[in-house]
């Protein structure tokens, strides 16, 4: 009977929840906790974001999805500052992203105001990663439906560092992290990069390219991609790609893109 | 600076009437305090030690309240414990200091206490944070405080140099006590010295009959 009430796209992929799901104080009997699997699924179904930590600092990109032709161009910005030198990106919904933002902000700012130094990287994304756990044991609370790619730099050991947060509450340190539909097809092209050595203007290329290349100009709606990065060159403040190289960036991928493609065309031709 | 509030103790309370100091040089600190604890004209303890240890290479120097600032202290050292496990690494000293002064200042109304905190991290290398009492806190390259310190502002004045060395240091702090002791009837008894670099702690005592200065 439960199949009823689970929307179609679910209940056709996934077994049945079976009164278990109902949540997330529940554990199923073979050790699930489905409400937060499928805060997950919200995460899954929404614009790709990825994030590199290069030698020379963290780039985070995302696919911003266009729902509306009146929206404006650069509004809604989908990369957002925690504290000087903190920023993430985040995939799915968009009001709990908020939620989850202005917690990192805060927790900047308190220890800060406590210790008197700026908050380390892996300090900051497991008071994030705790934040985000704890909606996941409450029944009068519901998951957070977003995962978030948080970049960090401390200017007292001067290291920067990348780490992901998911809807579950587990937080982990990345060379290399992706969350949202494309989320597959950009860890496989992130691991055939050398992240020992990339740079961060190299790695900007590459996010656009993924993120154009694994963009489906006839199924999904049209999108912006938004860059913002932490290194050197922005003096370890986190920032917004400068235009002039965000769109150099964007033309030089699109323009690899098709030389790849124009090549496999070739390539069918002498067939 | 903290020589008057000796006349504002409650009745019957330990007070640490004192000369604390403390000096940076490079590679470290060097800290030091007299041992005389009095209760009104009783000396309660006379080898007391007012240079507590917060963490492995970060100490505070106490005056003021015996009770205030051995409470702020134990506190600073419990919160720099589980600070140092969460960011896995030695706290720095300007965290230890923060900390002291939060408590110094959002509790100024309750406590009596001005404390000197200094020590060595492979941040910034030796530093020196004096919190009077209301709860300021000033970085600077050396710091006296408690009663007895008003005797000898013009003393350190005129014998700091900036640049000392380690030993230089040791000796400056030394004689400026020992001629605090000299005139102050709060402080008295031994100096401890505590010396804190990279390579750890060195704790040291000068008996009460081989000060520098004295009679």
């Not at chain 2, 000033?138 to 140099?161: C, E, H, L, Q, R």
């Amino acid at each position: 009977p439960i199949l009823e009430f689970l929307p179609t796209s679910i209940s056709t992929t996934m077994s049945s929840g079976a009164g278990y799901d109902l949540s997330p104080t529940t554990f199923s009997p073979d050790g699930r906790l489905f409400q937060v699997e499928y805060a997950h699924k919200a995460v899954e179904n929404s614009g790709t974001a990825i994030g590199i930590r290069c030698v020379d600092g963290c780039v985070l990109g995302v696919e911003k999805v266009l729902l509306s032709p009146l929206l404006k161009a650069g509004s809604n910005k989908q990369l957002h500052t925690l504290g000087p030198h903190h920023g993430m990106a985040f995939s799915g919904w968009a009001p709990d992203a908020r939620q989850l933002i202005d917690r990192g902000r805060s927790e900047v700012q308190s220890y800060e105001e406590t210790y008197g130094s700026e908050i380390p990287a892996e300090v900051l994304a497991e008071r994030m990663a705790q934040y985000v756990h704890y909606f996941t044991l409450h029944g009068a609370l519901r998951p957070f439906g977003v995962g978030a790619i948080v970049a960090g730099y401390d200017p007292e050991t001067k290291k920067h560092a990348l780490h992901m947060i998911e809807p579950n509450g587990v937080q982990y340190r990345y060379f290399g992290a992706a969350l949202g539909k494309g989320r597959m097809g950009a860890k496989t092209e992130i691991e055939k990069l050398n992240l020992s050595t990339i740079t961060c203007r190299e790695a900007l290329k590459e996010i656009a390219k993924i993120i154009h290349t694994l963009h489906d100009e006839g199924k999904d709606k049209p999108f912006e991609l938004e860059l913002s990065w932490l290194c050197e060159e922005s003096s370890w403040k986190h920032q917004h790609v400068p235009s002039a190289l965000a769109n150099e960036v964007e033309a030089a991928a699109k323009k690899e893109i098709e030389d790849a493609e124009m090549e496999d065309d070739d390539e069918e031709d002498d067939e | 600076m903290s020589g008057a509030f000796e006349s504002g103790a409650r009745k019957g309370e330990v007070a640490t009437g004192t000369t604390i100091m403390a000096v940076a040089f490079e590679g470290g600190v060097v800290l030091g305090a007299d041992s005389r604890v009095s209760t009104g004209t009783y000396i309660a303890n006379r080898v007391s030690d007012k240079v507590a240890a917060l963490h492995d290479s970060i100490y505070m120097c106490r005056s003021g309240s015996a009770a205030d600032t051995q409470a702020i202290s134990d506190y600073v050292r419990y919160f720099l414990a589980s600070h140092a496990t969460e960011i896995n690494r030695p706290p720095t000293v300007k965290t230890a200091a923060t900390l002291a002064r939060k408590l110094c200042y959002e509790n100024k109304d309750a406590l009596m206490a001005g404390v000197i905190v200094g020590g060595y991290d492979p941040i910034e290398g030796g530093s020196v944070y004096v919190i009077p009492l209301g709860g300021t806190l000033m970085k600077m390259p050396f710091a006296i405080g408690g009663s007895g310190s008003t005797y000898i502002y013009g003393a350190v004045d005129a014998n700091y140099k900036p640049n000392m060395t380690k030993e230089e240091c040791q000796e400056f702090v030394k004689k400026s006590i020992a001629h605090a002791m000299a005139r102050d009837g709060s402080s008295g008894g031994i100096i401890r010295l505590v010396t804190v670099d990279a390579t750890g702690t060195t704790r040291d005592y000068i008996p009460g009959d081989q000060l520098p200065y004295g009679p």
